[in-house]
């Protein structure tokens, strides 16, 4: 039986990798698509949100049965739980990324980005790809190293998301209202999707202290 419930505790680690890679899939084309109003990328990024969602559903299902089935107890019970949680965040995570190719769509063939703004979320966008890229490594192979630099760019992030809100309240923004909203908007979603990174790595972070699935025993395939 302990054999039985390893590998179920393999399959949730592979699945969550398999999410978190979608994820960085849909951010970076959900960066592209807003930088360069490319409508057709928006679109790609909107239907692969239905396939993130349902790729949620389906291992949340697995770990409820984990639960169900084998009872599991202390630190099995910790991943267990720990892993739909992160499933959540990963899933709120290509939610924003959906969001922010939204926002492309809506206003082409118009600029979604605000003149003024353009480099800046060119840096935010950039920095939410990056994290991406990094909570697939991070949940692949649980190195803590990776969780504190997830934590050191969604700095970079916050601080980029309060300099939007500063220009765009400025008396020097000469913005019309809907790139006022379209602005923070798209600040907050970029905001948000860092966020939900750091909430993953802390997580696994903790569970990499001995509760989760050591990387020289859990192999995973591709």
């Given at each position: 039986?302990?054999e039985v419930?390893?590998?179920?505790?393999r399959?949730?680690?592979?699945?969550?990798?398999?999410?978190?890679?979608?994820?960085?899939?849909?951010?970076e084309?959900?960066?592209?698509?807003?930088?360069?109003?490319?409508?057709?990328?928006?679109e790609?990024?909107?239907?692969?949100?239905?396939r993130?969602d349902?790729?949620?559903i389906?291992?949340?299902?697995?770990?409820?049965?984990?639960?169900?089935?084998?009872?599991p107890?202390?630190?099995?019970l910790?991943?267990?739980?720990?892993?739909?949680?992160?499933?959540?965040s990963?899933?709120?995570?290509?939610?924003?990324?959906?969001?922010?190719?939204q926002?492309?769509?809506?206003?082409?063939?118009?600029?979604?980005?605000?003149?003024?703004?353009?480099?800046?979320?060119?840096?935010?966008?950039r920095?939410?790809?990056?994290?991406?890229?990094?909570?697939?490594?991070?949940?692949?192979?649980?190195?803590?190293?990776?969780?504190?630099?997830?934590?050191?760019?969604?700095?970079?992030?916050?601080e980029?998301?309060a300099?939007?809100?500063?220009?765009?309240?400025?008396?020097t923004?000469?913005?019309?209202?809907?790139?006022?909203?379209?602005?923070?908007?798209?600040?907050?979603?970029?905001?948000?999707?860092?966020?939900?990174?750091?909430?993953?790595?802390?997580?696994?972070?903790?569970l990499?202290?001995?509760?989760?699935?050591p990387?020289?025993t859990?192999?995973?395939?591709?």
């Amino acid at each position: 039986m302990r054999e039985v419930f390893q590998q179920s505790l393999r399959e949730v680690q592979d699945r969550l990798v398999e999410i978190a890679e979608l994820v960085t899939i849909s951010i970076e084309k959900a960066t592209q698509s807003f930088g360069n109003s490319d409508v057709a990328v928006a679109e790609e990024v909107i239907a692969n949100d239905n396939r993130i969602d349902q790729l949620a559903i389906e291992l949340d299902e697995l770990a409820i049965d984990i639960l169900a089935r084998q009872q599991p107890v202390a630190r099995d019970l910790r991943i267990v739980v720990s892993a739909l949680r992160i499933s959540a965040s990963l899933e709120r995570m290509g939610d924003m990324a959906e969001h922010i190719a939204q926002l492309s769509r809506y206003r082409f063939p118009d600029k979604a980005v605000p003149k003024g703004l353009r480099t800046t979320f060119a840096e935010m966008g950039r920095l939410d790809v990056s994290i991406a890229r990094k909570l697939t490594e991070l949940l692949r192979t649980q190195d803590p190293r990776i969780a504190d630099e997830i934590r050191n760019d969604d700095d970079d992030v916050d601080e980029l998301h309060a300099s939007v809100f500063e220009k765009v309240l400025g008396d020097t923004w000469k913005g019309e209202p809907v790139a006022t909203v379209d602005a923070t908007l798209a600040s907050r979603y970029h905001e948000r999707f860092a966020d939900h990174a750091v909430s993953i790595a802390k997580k696994v972070q903790y569970l990499a202290t001995g509760d989760w699935i050591p990387e020289a025993t859990t192999p995973v395939h591709h």
